[in-house]
């Protein structure tokens, strides 16, 4: 079975202060893993994902997240965030069977 | 590619009522994923089709809820009657092949059951 917690469930912060979305996952079989963005009344969007090789992977709108093994963690970073990154931000592992399994997600607040 | 479509974006209808939401996939996707989302319980997947087969419909809340995959270009989630609880917003998405391949997400519907 697999499994995704998102340690925050709601994350403040000021604009252009740098921030961490915690991710945490199990699973008894190779992952692979997904950060997803919501902005409000909207679908969701892929922001990055972990398949294989290079543990720290880039996605679009400058964020970034790193995979450890070790410690079961996909955290999410950005050095530097804005007003527009405002929204909620989901977690998510699969195996080979392309069922998602996805975190409760951490609202990302931004304050000018 | 529009991307994957919905409709309708917003419905309300009153409890005990039937609720048909409808939902297009991208072009060429083998798998389709119907999900409900509310602020008590998140994103819960209620059912997933591969190549217009049901594969697992375990998230389904109970038997008011039913999903059908006609062709590869269409598939519907019905509730009858409604509840006040069903209210959520119900998300569709699909992907490209087994495994790790992204999910794309339509917009959503968002149902209030009055």
């Known amino acids: 079975a697999q499994s995704v917690t998102q340690l925050d469930s709601q994350v403040p912060v000021f604009e252009e202060a740098p921030v961490e979305l915690r991710c945490n996952y199990s699973?008894?079989?190779?992952?692979?893993l997904f950060w997803y963005v919501q902005y409000p009344n909207q679908g969701l969007q892929l922001l990055l994902k972990?398949?294989?090789?290079?543990?720290l992977v880039k996605g679009i709108n400058g964020f970034e997240a790193e995979f450890n093994k070790s410690q079961t963690s996909f955290h999410l970073r950005k050095p530097s965030v804005h007003i527009s990154d405002t929204a909620e931000y989901f977690c998510?592992?699969?195996?080979?069977?392309?069922?998602?399994?996805f975190g409760s997600g951490t609202k990302l607040n931004v304050k000018p | 590619d529009a991307g994957v479509i919905q409709s309708p974006r917003h419905e309300v209808t009153e409890m005990g009522q039937e609720v048909t939401l409808r939902c297009k996939p991208i072009?060429?996707?083998?798998?389709l994923f119907w999900y409900r989302q509310t602020m008590m319980r998140g994103l819960e997947l209620l059912i997933y089709?591969?190549?217009?087969?049901?594969?697992?419909d375990s998230g389904m809340p109970e038997d008011r809820f039913s999903a059908k995959m006609p062709n590869a270009s269409f598939s519907t989630l019905k509730i009858q009657p409604s509840e006040p609880r069903d209210s959520a917003v119900y998300f569709c998405?699909?992907?490209?092949?087994?495994?790790?391949?992204?999910?794309?997400f339509g917009p959503g519907t968002r149902l209030t059951v009055t």
């Open positions: 998405a699909s992907s490209f092949r087994v495994g790790p391949y992204e999910q794309y």
């Open positions: 699973s008894s079989v190779s992952v692979y």
């Open positions: 972990y398949l294989s090789g290079s543990t």
């Open positions: 998510a592992v699969t195996g080979n069977f392309n069922k998602f399994y």
């Open positions: 072009s060429g996707h083998d798998y």
């Open positions: 089709f591969n190549n217009n087969v049901p594969i697992d």
